[in-house]
């Protein structure tokens, strides 16, 4: 090894707890890249795959009825490749506890199906009308075994099955009830499947389907076939359709494998960028030091480049050592992260690959951004003149700095207050980049913090500020509105209105967007609506009112009119005018009054569930045996889910505060050392003065200090930015995320910060305490 | 012909408004195997000088050169190779690299140059053999100018420029110090000029070249110069 390598080392070693920070900055930003690359290529193939083998159709198409017959003509449309019927239906699991309503989706099935094939994980496959297969979510959560016996009410009639097996179904990877209940229940919401013919009988639909599963050939025009097919079941009255982008289970998952894409591509790089600045600090400041070694090194016959490469290879090291260890962690880090995914969402299958390339990138990102940083940080080296770097350096000149103008302000500052302020604009440079440091570290903090205020905005207040009902019954067929004057004879009602809840296909030009709109009373207790600056809103007597995602996707404004697609066979398109947007977090709807939608669509005074307040501890036992009743959902439980599901939100958020509390740390700790390391001979002096170790510290802090309240001040609209880049990254149709930091966010990010850097700045105090200036004193560098 | 020469050698600083003639038109030979002592009061820029001949300053007038080339000429390239492998440095802080060991030190010279010479038989000459791998922080000032001797000889240059190398030693150490220079011109044949203000030293050289104020005072030339033991101050 040539020597001036052999310095390097020992540079390494001399330096070893800013290189350690250096490497731990980033360690991390490659682990995240290699694991998170990894994690999601390996995710994709794995979904892929799954798709690919069980069959998972391209297209559903529900509709009221439709003969048998009706398959065999849909599968003449060009381009599909295979297509089934199938029943679709709601049901109910009986239990013990008769006050629970435990919610079923019923999906006939049979072993010959050409789509949707099962993933048996226990058990067998249907052989008589009596069985069930039982979703692999909901048999875990209610602890279904096969050979069970399960009750089951289907139309007011109760079944007993047994539990053939249980499966994985692609379709169900993320299973919901609906879009609205967002996240899973898995308790009480499960997937059964039972025989076809069975499920027709079940549900008086003999010899039709009321579903239709569609695959289609690769480079297929999906619109023009969803055309075709809608024309071809219109008669049967189409009711929903669905396409894999708008399958809620493939619609979760591909956001979830975009945002890790994303997270992937974005946090590596904003931690290469830093440790890539702090490397520059570094070098900066050991040119300046290592000024004399320099000129020694060219004094003997070195060539600017090979002293400029001494310095270059440092940041390489840390790059190249980093990059190594990172994609090291990363590709162990990958196969766990995969399979902990897989878990969650219950796939049963792993395509598990190790993308070697992933290192190469990632020690060739690294590299990159290392060797760039060292040839800036320690450009200085190319102008030191031998001769010069032979004699002590010049002294900087010292010039009075603007704030000494402000002479009111000035003079009202103490001693130390003054020094410290002009200790930080004698390096402007590094005092931006900790400003710029402790900003991010803020910014980021923000952003984490508001994310736990967005969940409760977006399910807390979604249920007692937007939708206030105890209660939302759903009926199984519409009935008048007077009809449910007969439910306080059933169960104590305190109060309930009438609503309709029908799912449409609006449309406006090419753009279609489907959801369920809602007939309102006008003066609903307990719907609010507020536009989107917030301000209450009534829906009108004529018109519709658009939640704002809905708008957007339509791309339609007040006064526009869009057309609601009818389902009913026999009925007209209807034209309607947009009276107003709808500020909604979660969801994507259509509000219209009560009255005039029942008039427009089906008839007057027509409504198909209740919104209702209760104290009755008994309302699902009461209503066990309503056979018009099809869902009661309460809102105390919809937010139990949530409860459940935010405590493992917190552990993330609580790991992102600790990512950006690492990077804030290394900041600070990495600009402090350097400004120590400058300042030796003047803290020397100041020691020789008298100053006490302590003193000196507290002048550090007191200039960190000053960085720190500057740096949470800009940290505020770093932090705004961050949270308007992630609201509009994350908003998908199914919920809109407005992330604006609350007041508790930044409180938090503030303390948060606050703990960090004083972290780092404890850290460095044991520095100090070590640091022999009397030694220092007798250098002629400084 | 002379190994080194310069004309009309001129360098000025600008310090604020005030130009300052560091060195003023001089004009000097030095022939091979010489051992010159350029003396002169603080100030009188003879550290300028040394810089230049060294290649690592730039002049604002005149010429050096080196048998007959023109070192002044040089670009950065050139003159990176000339310091390389024509001349060596002694300086009088040592400055020879705190992180590698005596040894080592010798090693990062050698490693760069085209013709060293056996490091082992350096440090034996600079008798340093014993404490090769120590670092500098264990070694005595006189100890860290042998190092600093052993790298700029190792590299087997023709000139060795020292600047002060007995300046911050104690007078018993300084005679060893120069003993050893004067055995690295006799015995080794290398030309060597050596800067001071110290008059003592200026009697075991061939040649002494007075300065003052940026200016060549007096040339001479010592027909009998004293031994190194027969000096005193």
Known sequence: MKKIDFMLLRMIKNSKSQFIAI???????????????????????????????????????????????????????????????????????????????????????????????????????????????VVEQFAKARNIRSQDELEIQINGVVYSMEVAGIIANPEHIYLVESAQSLLPDNENFGVLYVEHLFAQRVTGLAGNYNELLVSYQPDTDEDLLVDRLKDQFRPFGVTQVVTRETHLSNAVIDLELENLQLMANSIPILFLLVAGLILMMMLGRMVKRDRMKIGILKAIGYSNRAVLMHY??????????????????????????????????????????????????????????????????????????????????????????????????????????????????????????????????????????????????????????????????????????????????????????????????????????????????PNSRFIHLKDPESLPLKVPTEGILLSQNMARLLDVDTGDWVEIQHYLPGRQNEMVQV?????????????????????????????????????????????????????????????????????????????????????????????????????????????????????????????????????????????????????????????????SPTLNAYVLATIYTILFILLAQLATYRKIQKLDFLKALKSRES | MAILSTQNLSKSYQMGEVEVKALVDTTFQVEKGEFVVILGPSGSGKSTLLNLIGGMDTPTGGQVFLRDEEITAYNERELTAYRRNKVGFVFQFYNIMANLTARENVELATEISHDPLDIDQVLEAVDLSQRQDHFPSQLSGGEQQRVSIARAVAKNPEILLCDEPTGALDYTTGISI???????????????????????????????????????IEDILEKNPRNVEDIKW
């Open chain 1, 23 to 133: 490497l731990v900055i980033i360690v991390t930003g490659i682990v995240v890249f290699t694991s998170m690359n990894m994690t999601s290529i390996n995710m994709q193939n794995t979904v892929d795959d799954y798709y690919e083998e069980n069959r998972f159709p391209h297209l559903f198409i529900q509709a009221e009825a439709f003969p048998a017959q009706q398959i065999n003509r849909a599968a003449l449309h060009p381009d599909v490749e295979q297509v089934m019927g199938r029943i679709h239906t709601d049901g109910r699991l009986i239990t013990e506890d008769h006050n629970q309503r435990v919610n079923l989706q019923i999906l006939s099935m049979n072993a010959s199906d050409p789509l949707s094939w099962p993933t048996l994980l226990e058990g067998r496959l249907l052989q008589s009308p009596r069985e069930v297969l």
């Open chain 1, 312 to 521: 270059v290879k440092y940041a390489l090291a840390a790059g190249l050592l980093g990059g190594a260890l990172g994609s090291v962690l990363g590709m162990a880090l990958a196969g766990a992260m995969t399979r902990l995914y897989l878990d969650f969402f219950h796939i049963p299958m792993l395509t598990m690959n190790f993308y070697y390339s992933y290192i190469f990138i990632a020690m060739l990102l690294s590299a990159t951004i290392c060797i760039l940083s060292g040839l800036l940080g320690a450009r200085g080296v190319m102008k030191i003149a031998p001769a010069d770097a032979m004699g002590s350096e010049i002294p900087k000149g010292g010039k009075r700095i603007f704030l000494e103008n402000l002479t009111h302000f000035w003079k009202h500052l103490s001693f130390s207050q003054k020094l410290a302020i002009k200790n930080l604009f004698r390096n402007k440079k590094r005092s931006l980049f900790v400003l710029a440091g402790i900003s991010l570290t803020f910014g980021m903090m923000t952003f984490t913090n508001s994310m736990t205020s967005v969940m409760d905005d977006m399910m807390v207040k979604h249920f007692t500020e937007f939708q206030t009902m105890g209660y939302n019954i759903s009926l199984r067929q519409p009935v008048e509105k007077h009809a449910l004057y007969d439910l306080p004879h059933i169960i104590e009602v305190d109060e309930m209105e009438g609503r309709l809840e029908v799912p449409f296909t609006l449309s406006n030009g090419h753009r279609e967007a489907s959801a369920v709109i809602i007939g309102l009373d």
């Open chain 1, 579 to 739: 009276a107003g947007q709808v500020k909604q977090t979660l969801g994507m709807n259509g509000y219209m009054d009560l009255d005039y939608m029942g008039a427009l669509l089906f008839e007057k005074g027509l409504v198909n569930g209740v919104y209702l307040d209760s104290e009755d501890p008994f309302i699902q036992q009461k209503l066990f045996k309503a056979s018009n009743i099809s869902s009661v959902m309460s809102s105390k439980d919809s937010q139990a889910v949530y409860q459940e599901y935010m405590t493992m939100t917190y552990l993330s958020i609580a790991f992102m505060v600790l990512f950006s509390g690492v990077l804030g740390f290394a900041i600070v700790y990495n600009a402090t050392m350097v400004n120590l390391s400058s300042r030796e001979l003047e803290f020397s002096s100041l020691r020789v003065m008298g100053f006490t170790r302590k003193e000196i510290f507290q002048l550090i802090l007191k200039e960190n200090n000053i960085l720190l309240g500057a740096g949470i001040l800009l940290g505020i609209p770093v932090g705004r930015w961050f949270s308007y880049y992630s609201s509009e990254a994350f908003t998908t149709d199914i919920y809109h995320l407005d992330l």
């Open chain 2, 178 to 216: 120069l003993s050893l220079l004067k055995r690295v011109n006799r015995e080794m044949g290398k030309t060597l000029l050596v800067i001071t203000h110290n008059g003592d030293i200026a009697r075991i050289a061939d040649r002494v070249i007075k300065m003052r104020s940026g200016q060549i």
